[in-house]
Nanobody, 116 residues
Framework: QVQLVESGGGLVQPGGSLRLSCVAS????????MSWYRQAPGQERELVAGITDTGGRTDYADSVKGRFTISRDNVKNTLYLQMNNLKPEDTAVYYC?????????WGQGTQVTVSS
């Protein structure tokens, strides 16, 4: 079955960095577009970044451009999100997502808290 398992979240001070990972299984990871979303308390889930199957193209929300970098390792079946210069408004649960022929799949999420 399809599984997406995120890790790497935590508590960090403003200006700090974190790297999130999402290990995928149950589908041919290297052939699918992957994305990161986040959801802050009381807010809707929003797209943070996406990456094509080969990693040749990436897209970012305006709010994270220049600070976050999405990447993937198609040998390790792992998606990454490098987050630099974190701000309190980046506080949220971060999810990875894949859209397969039969639907969307999400991980369980990893909490990122940016606070002094």
């Amino acid at each position: 079955q399809v599984q997406l398992v995120e890790s790497g979240g935590g508590l960090v001070q403003p200006g700090g960095s974190l790297r999130l990972s999402c290990v995928a299984s149950g589908f041919t990871f290297r052939t699918y577009f992957m994305s990161w979303y986040r959801q802050a308390p009381g807010q809707e889930r929003e797209l943070v970044a996406g990456i094509t199957d080969t990693g040749g193209r990436t897209d970012y929300a305006d709010s994270v451009k220049g600070r976050f970098t999405i990447s993937r390792d198609n040998v390790k079946n792992t998606l990454y999100l490098q987050m630099n210069n974190l701000k309190p408004e980046d506080t949220a649960v971060y999810y990875c997502k894949v859209t397969l022929l039969h639907g969307n799949y999400w991980g369980q999420g990893t909490q990122v808290t940016v606070s002094s």
